[in-house]
């Protein structure tokens, strides 16, 4: 019998979304797994920044299309304080994955908004494993 994760293995987890019932969702899913622990929720890319530079996340889940500050200026920034985040862009623009986004953005991952659950929460656990 394994004894649960302590603190300093578990995976630390930022969220930023500006729709409430996906960042309600991703909350409770993330949540209840023994390996993350959630250490903020944010509505927009500014709100993301200060608790990425409060908190220092492992894994950020990023929307890229956010008011007040976009999700690629927001991961820009936090790549400046903390290189070694790991930065998922989750968005439902599909051509954001291909050709649209510029080959010098600070995105480690794509993960489209149509993924399942299940399979966002295995992308975030093998990037938290790039850390």
């Known amino acids: ?3 649960p994760p302590t603190e300093q293995d578990t995976l630390r987890v930022l969220i930023a979304d500006d729709h409430e019932l996906t960042r309600y969702c991703l909350k409770l ?3 209840a797994r023994q390996a993350i622990t959630l250490v903020g929720v944010a509505c927009n890319g500014k ?3 200060e608790l990425a ?3 220092s996340p492992d894994v950020l889940v990023m ?5 007040v500050m976009d999700g690629l200026s927001a991961s820009t920034a936090i790549k400046q304080n ?3 985040a790991q930065i998922i862009a989750y968005s439902s623009l599909e051509e954001a994955k291909s050709e649209a986004m510029p080959q010098s953005a600070p ?3 794509f993960c489209s908004k149509e993924t399942s659950t299940e399979e966002l929460v295995d992308l975030i656990i093998q990037m938290g494993r790039n850390h």
């Open 1 to 3: 019998m394994s004894n």
């Open 29 to 31: 899913v993330l949540s």
């Open 47 to 49: 709100e993301a920044l």
């Open 53 to 55: 530079q409060k908190y």
């Open 63 to 67: 929307d890229l299309q956010m008011p």
């Open 82 to 84: 903390n290189p070694k």
């Open 107 to 109: 995105i480690d991952a």
